[in-house]
């Protein structure tokens, strides 16, 4: 509190909290922090399997009114869902534990296939958005913490506000309004034109991300119809995450934009584009890099709702037919890959800041 | 009024035995306390969050029509008929009024958002008092089990939630309170992170020893000498959440997993009837709702962002630092996790920080 009195001086004085306390190294916390992988996914796949049954059985709900009720407990019986919560939940376990999330009631496909065939496309989307995130928000950030409190700056802030304020749905509809139907000069939706999306997928090996397969086709027009199909979702969904880099980096270039070294630099007669680029930009990219891996969930969640509205074929595109279907097997399931996904996101951006970054490790 | 009076304030010294008066209350504090751009920024949240809260208070007096209503005086409203005329913002495909169901679709939001935050107010306060008072194995399973939760994608978890609550599907109060106990369920890790750790701090206080040591029992410590200090940075993740829940509640009711349309006007779900519109042209439909999304987002989070940037000495306006009074609280709380240049108090990491004690 007394840190106020002395004003600027302090401002400047952004000084590392280090949290050495001796003992450990690298490998210590690298090993705690990977079994720590383990309770994270337990507790969320727990979670998820408690909620969905505390409706009842997933036949029910999928088919419920549909068929006649000695049809319906017979089919409960068969897929064994009238035995105790607590057997299911060892057998669900065991299974998961086997790679096997069970099978879908509406198209009765392995969900570990769907998990495959439809994840590639939710990867490509989110690596495309990234790119875009990275584009627009890193840059943005630096000048907004160059501007700092002028015009500039709370202009940028307020885009960055907009960018989180419109959900993904939203701005996708807008973008589809102005560029596919008023401008046409991009498609609607789908991930690629019907002819395309026939001659990727007949292709040996596909790889099932239409741009590598599209560019081992060899067709200069294939690929550029998979990058206009592309355009529009992955600007959707990388402004979302965009307006959280421009925050983040605005909020640590300003605190390292205060710190000694970058007055001795400017002392020294070092150009403030050089100043902001270098000297504050570099150190700022720590913190970044571990909320990256907080902004992986955050980009899957709106990956669900980017590919409903751009017809998108992903795992969130397929969620969201499955759960009109009321298929709780398959909505178990993609559920409990994406918390997998997330913990193992998680571990990997944990494990890069604590390489980068030798204050983390203890 | 607020800034005539600013130089003022900053002459008094601020000793902490200063009565409290009306000027030191969250919003009207940070008011007092920003200049400039921040100023500008927050009163702007503090206008449109107005709006939105008087709209969803007025809307029966406001809307022309109910939000199921799909005729007048024994007349079918036309369907997809453009704005103007007889209906402002036009109808919908279902024959719908697009205005009425804007305007009694903030009704619906802030009895979401006000249930939502209350809820997790609550349990996530009282678990992160426990826990980080109590401390040994029931703090260590705690933290990890809100570390997973808060890891995993909001909207998911609210889809798994609603599931759970309601099978998906149902009447307006079942609607709204399993989209809030959903958003509930979500965000009450966040409360639980700041309390606790707010609580692990406190209990090392001087004053926490004094009173131990004068014989307080553990329940007055802990609701007189730690909660009391522990809540300063409510209002901010307050602000902060209830924007988060009315985005999580757009997007349940996009997936179909909100209210029903006949129950209640929920903006999500128009927006999702909207987007097949959208490829014949027709715009309306989508338009408004998303609008009105996007500045009841855009108030409550101006409101938020500016007064977690007024508590955080290193983000306030420089020539506020001279004029700033009172306390200051040291944590910083962004949706995404608190960041501070060192970048060692990133949410994930916490469950570490469990771990290792």
Redesign the interface.
């Known amino acids: 509190?007394s840190?106020?009195d002395t004003?600027?001086a302090?401002?400047a004085a952004?000084t590392?909290?280090?949290?050495t306390?001796g003992g450990g190294g690298l490998g210590r916390y690298l090993v705690?922090?990977f079994l720590?992988i383990i309770?994270?996914v337990f507790?969320?796949v727990t979670?998820?399997f408690l909620?969905?049954r505390?409706?009842g059985d997933p036949i029910t709900?999928a088919q419920g009114g549909r068929l006649p009720p000695e049809q319906l407990a017979e089919r409960i019986h068969a897929a064994g869902y009238d035995r105790p919560l607590l057997v299911q939940y060892g057998d669900y376990l065991g299974g998961l534990l086997r790679g096997d999330f069970g099978t879908t009631l509406s198209d009765n496909r392995p969900v570990t296939e769907v998990l495959v065939t439809y994840g590639t496309a939710t990867l490509e989307l989110a690596v495309y958005a990234l790119i875009v995130a990275f584009l627009v928000g890193i840059p943005l950030g630096m000048l907004a913490a160059y501007l700092r409190?002028?015009?500039g700056?709370?202009v940028l802030?307020?885009f960055a506000?907009?960018c989180?304020?419109?959900?993904v749905?939203?701005a996708g509809?807008?973008l589809?309004?102005v560029f596919a139907?008023?401008l046409g000069v991009l498609p609607?939706s789908g991930r690629a034109s019907t002819g395309t999306e026939l001659d990727l997928q007949l292709q040996d090996g596909s790889t099932g991300i239409y741009l590598i397969d599209a560019i081992r086709l060899g067709d200069p027009a294939a690929v550029v119809d998979v990058l206009q199909h592309a355009v529009l979702p992955a600007v959707a969904l990388g402004l979302l995450t965009a307006g959280?880099f421009l925050?983040?980096v605005r909020?640590?270039v300003?605190?390292?934009l205060?710190t000694e070294y970058v007055d001795a630099a400017r002392s020294r007669g070092v150009s403030e584009y050089r100043l902001v680029r270098r000297h504050a930009y570099r150190?700022?990219l720590?913190?970044i890099i571990?909320?990256i891996?907080?902004?992986i969930?955050?980009l899957?969640?709106?990956a669900?709702?980017t590919e409903?509205?751009f017809e998108w074929k992903g795992l969130g595109f397929q969620l969201?037919q499955y759960?009109?279907a009321?298929d709780?097997v398959a909505?178990q399931g993609i559920?409990a890959l994406?918390?997998v996904i997330?913990?193992v996101t998680?571990f990997i951006?944990?494990v890069l800041?604590a390489l980068i970054?030798p204050?983390?490790r203890? | 009024m607020a800034a005539s009076s600013t130089g003022a304030v900053a002459a008094q010294p601020t000793t902490s035995g200063r009565r409290r008066t009306w000027r030191d209350l969250p919003v009207v504090h940070q008011l007092r306390q920003s200049v400039?751009?921040?100023r500008?920024?927050l009163v702007a949240g503090l206008v449109l969050t107005g709006i939105f809260v008087a709209v969803a208070l007025l809307a029966p007096l406001i809307a022309p029509y109910r939000w199921a209503q799909r005729e007048a005086d024994g007349r079918a409203f036309d369907t997809l008929s453009p704005p103007g005329g007889g209906h402002l913002l036009g109808t919908t495909q279902g024959g719908y009024d697009v205005l009425s169901r804007v305007l009694w679709g903030a009704q619906t939001a802030l009895e979401t958002m006000i249930v939502a935050v209350v809820l997790s107010i609550f349990v996530g306060v009282a678990l992160g008092l426990v826990s980080g008072y109590v401390g040994g194995w029931l703090d260590r399973v705690l933290v990890?089990?809100g570390?997973?939760?808060y890891?995993?994608?909001?909207?998911?978890l609210a889809?798994?939630?609603s599931?759970?609550?309601s099978?998906?599907q149902s009447s307006k109060w079942g609607g709204i309170l399993a989209a809030a106990f959903s958003i509930t369920v979500v965000y009450i890790p966040q409360y639980f992170r700041v309390i606790r750790s707010e609580t692990v701090r406190i209990k090392a206080e001087a004053y926490v020893e004094s009173a131990k040591v004068v014989g307080a029992s553990t329940s007055r410590i802990m609701f007189r000498h730690v909660l009391r200090n522990a809540t300063r940075t409510l209002p901010l993740i307050f602000t902060l959440n209830a924007?988060e829940a009315l985005?999580t509640l757009?997007?349940l009711g996009?997936?179909?997993?909100g209210i029903e349309p006949n129950s209640a006007a929920e903006w999500?779900y128009d927006?999702?009837r909207?987007?097949g519109d959208?490829?014949s042209?027709v715009?309306w439909t989508?338009?408004f709702p998303?609008l009105a999304?996007?500045l009841s987002?855009?108030g409550v989070?101006?409101v938020g962002?500016s007064m977690n940037d007024l508590a955080d000495?290193?983000?306030r306006?420089?020539r506020a630092?001279?004029a700033?009074s009172g306390?200051?609280a040291a944590t910083s709380v962004?949706?995404?996790?608190t960041?501070?240049?060192?970048?060692?108090e990133?949410?994930?990491?916490d469950?570490?920080e469990g771990?290792?004690r």
Not at chain 1, 16 to 19: C, D, E, F, L, Y
Not at chain 1, 164 to 167: D, G, K, L
Not at chain 2, 334 to 337: E, L, N
């Open positions: 509190m840190v106020l004003g600027d302090t401002l952004v590392p909290t280090g949290r306390r705690i922090r720590l309770p994270t507790i969320l979670l998820v909620l969905m505390s409706t709900a409190d002028r015009v700056d709370a802030r307020v506000i907009l989180y304020a419109t959900p749905f939203f509809l807008l589809k309004l139907i008023k609607v959280i925050r983040l909020t640590n300003i605190g390292t205060g150190p700022a720590i913190p571990t909320v891996g907080l902004q969930a955050l899957l969640g709106g669900v709702l409903t509205t969201a759960l009109t009321r709780f909505v559920v994406l918390a997330v913990a998680n951006v944990d800041a970054d204050r983390v203890y | 400039g751009v921040q500008g920024m990890v089990v570390d997973a939760i890891a995993f994608p909001t909207l998911l889809i798994v939630v599931i759970a609550i099978g998906g924007s985005l757009a997007g996009f997936l179909g997993f999500g927006l999702n909207a987007v959208v490829t042209g715009w989508g338009l998303g999304i996007v987002v855009l989070t101006l962002e000495p290193r983000l306006g420089r630092v001279s700033a306390t200051v962004v949706p995404t996790g960041l501070d240049t060192a970048g060692l990133t949410p994930s990491r469950a570490d771990f290792d």
